[in-house]
């Protein structure tokens, strides 16, 4: 397993085809459930850790945000995106999420990030960039190899 320690900088860009959950069509009623639209943010997580929120766009299921987050990273596995969908009353509802290791961003030495695990609710493009300060191969047991 592979950590990471250093500066990340993530720029989130849009998400494209979102579904309403059967939870956010709650309140709807007649036809509005084929056309519904959300008002949907993402939250980033780093580890356990929230790094930030994107600003909610209204009304559609295709948004755009071209938010960027800079943040320092000490001993991260695994970045973790969650879409909600801003509710007026209550919780907010819970859309799509996706987990991205670490070591799978830093091997695929690609500028875009995929890798919903529910394709048909989502697909969100990020942009990592980060400034390596030390990373280290850890083994199952959590000795530092070498």
């Not at 600003?55 to 879409?83: A, C, H, M, Y």
Request: glycine letters at 4%; charged letters at 25%; hydrophobic letters at 40%.
């Amino acid at each position: 397993m592979v950590v990471f320690n250093g500066q990340l900088k993530i720029k989130i860009c849009e998400a494209l085809d979102l579904k309403p959950t059967a939870w956010s069509l709650r309140h709807a009623v007649g036809p509005k459930t084929q056309t519904f639209l959300l008002d949907t943010y993402i939250a980033l997580n780093v580890d356990d850790s929230r790094v930030g929120q994107t600003s909610t766009k209204q009304k559609t299921n295709s948004p755009t945000w071209n938010d960027e987050f800079t943040t320092e990273v000490i001993d991260g596995r695994r970045i973790e995106l969650s879409v909600f969908h801003d509710a007026p009353i209550g919780y907010d509802d819970f859309v799509a999420n996706c987990i991205i290791q670490f070591e799978d961003i830093l091997h695929s030495g690609s500028k875009h990030y995929e890798n919903w695990k529910n394709k048909t609710l989502a697909r969100c493009f990020l942009k990592p960039c980060w400034k390596i300060t030390s990373m280290a191969l850890i083994s199952k047991e959590n000795h530092l190899l070498l």
